[in-house]
C-alpha cells in the first residue's frame, strides 16, 4: 500500500528577490504541495494529486517535483489550460499577504471530470490522505460531494484522513459556507493541523484550547492548533500539551511555514512517534523555512539546516 496522497493545488509563485526587492522571483507553491516536498525531504513516500495544463510552466513543476522524490503519476494533464499564479507580498516582520490569478485553474476540476471515478479508485489504495480547506474551497458543492464521498469509503477501509483547516476567506462565497464544508469534513478527519487565527475566523474561539475542543466536538481524535512564535497546543481526545516554537528562529518570510510544520508533524506520526514529538519535528521544519523567502526552501539548505 502506498504511504500518502497529498490532494490540492501548485501555482506559480512570485516573491521577492532577496538582494533586490523590486525584482521577483518565480517558483512554484500551494499549500498541500508545500507540505508535500517537506514530507519527502523527510524520507515519507508522498505523491502529489492535482491537475495541471500542457504548458512549459507546468512540465517544470512536475520537474522540480520529481527532483525532490515527490510521486507525479496522479497528477492530471489538461491541455490548453494554464496553472494559478499567485505573488507574495512580505512586510517588514515577515508576514505576508497573497494575491492570486487562479479563477481557471484546472486543479480545480480533479473532482468534475471524466477521470475522477479512476482517481478515486486509486486513492483508495494509499494509507493517508492529507488536504486542506484551500483543496475543498476550489472543488465547488458538487466536487466536495464526490470527495467526501471518497473520504468515507477510504476510512471504511482503515484509511486515515489528516486536515488543514487553512481558511482563506477570499476563497470561499461567505464565512457560513466555509464553516459547513470544512465542518462536513472534520467529521471525516482523524488528524487535524490548524491554527488559531483560522479557527478564530471561522468558529469565534479567543484560545487554541478552546479551539480543540470545538474541533473535538465534531469528531477528530487528534487535534493540532498552531499559534505563531507561540507554538502549537496538541489536544488527544482533549488531553492538551502546549509544544513551544524554537526560540529565536528568524523570521524572513513566513510563507510555508504551517505546511512545512505538518510536513514534520506527519512524518514523526507516520514512523510511529508520538504527537509531542510529532509537534517538535514540525517546529524545526518550521524555523528552518520562515528563515528563507518563498514556499519552498532549497532542498540542500533545508536537508542541511534539519541535520544540524
Known amino acids: 500500500m502506498n504511504k500518502i496522497a497529498s490532494i490540492g493545488e501548485c501555482m506559480l509563485e512570485l516573491s521577492a528577490a532577496q538582494a533586490q526587492p523590486n525584482l521577483r522571483r518565480l517558483g512554484f507553491g500551494g499549500d498541500t504541495l508545500n507540505t508535500a516536498v517537506y514530507l519527502a525531504r523527510l524520507d515519507v513516500p508522498v505523491d502529489y494529486v492535482t491537475a495541471l495544463g500542457d504548458d512549459p510552466y507546468s512540465e517544470r513543476m512536475i520537474e522540480a517535483w520529481r527532483e525532490d522524490n515527490v510521486g507525479t503519476d496522479l497528477v492530471q494533464r489538461i491541455a490548453g489550460r494554464l496553472p494559478g499564479l499567485y505573488m507574495i507580498e512580505v512586510d517588514e516582520h515577515g508576514e505576508r499577504r497573497f494575491y492570486y490569478w487562479r479563477q481557471q485553474a484546472p486543479a480545480r476540476e480533479i473532482f468534475g471530470n471524466e477521470r475522477t471515478a479512476g482517481l478515486c479508485q486509486k486513492l483508495l489504495k494509499y494509507e493517508w490522505l492529507y488536504l486542506s480547506g484551500i483543496s475543498l474551497s476550489l472543488y465547488g458543492e458538487a466536487g466536495r460531494e464526490r470527495l467526501f464521498d471518497l473520504l468515507r469509503q477510504f476510512r471504511a477501509k482503515g484509511g486515515k484522513v489528516a486536515f488543514d483547516s487553512n481558511y482563506r476567506p477570499r476563497a470561499w462565497p461567505s464565512v457560513e459556507v466555509a464553516r459547513r464544508e470544512i465542518r462536513d469534513q472534520l467529521a471525516l478527519t482523524d ?118
Open 191 to 308: 488528524i487535524v493541523l490548524s491554527s488559531l487565527e483560522d479557527e478564530t475566523a471561522l468558529n469565534n474561539v479567543s484560545t487554541a484550547e478552546e479551539a480543540c475542543d470545538v474541533i473535538h466536538g465534531i469528531g477528530p481524535r487528534t487535534v493540532v492548533i498552531k499559534n505563531g512564535g507561540e507554538g502549537c497546543v496538541v489536544s488527544i481526545d482533549g488531553r492538551k500539551s502546549t509544544v513551544p516554537a524554537i526560540k529565536g528562529a528568524k523570521v524572513v518570510d513566513a510563507t510555508a511555514a504551517g505546511d512545512s510544520f505538518n510536513a514534520g508533524f506527519l512524518a514523526a506520526t507516520l514512523r510511529g512517534e508520538d504527537p509531542l514529538q510529532a509537534a517538535r519535528l514540525g517546529h524545526r521544519c518550521a524555523a528552518i523555512v520562515i528563515g528563507h523567502h518563498g514556499a519552498i526552501v532549497p532542498r540542500e539548505i533545508f536537508l542541511h539546516a534539519l541535520r544540524a
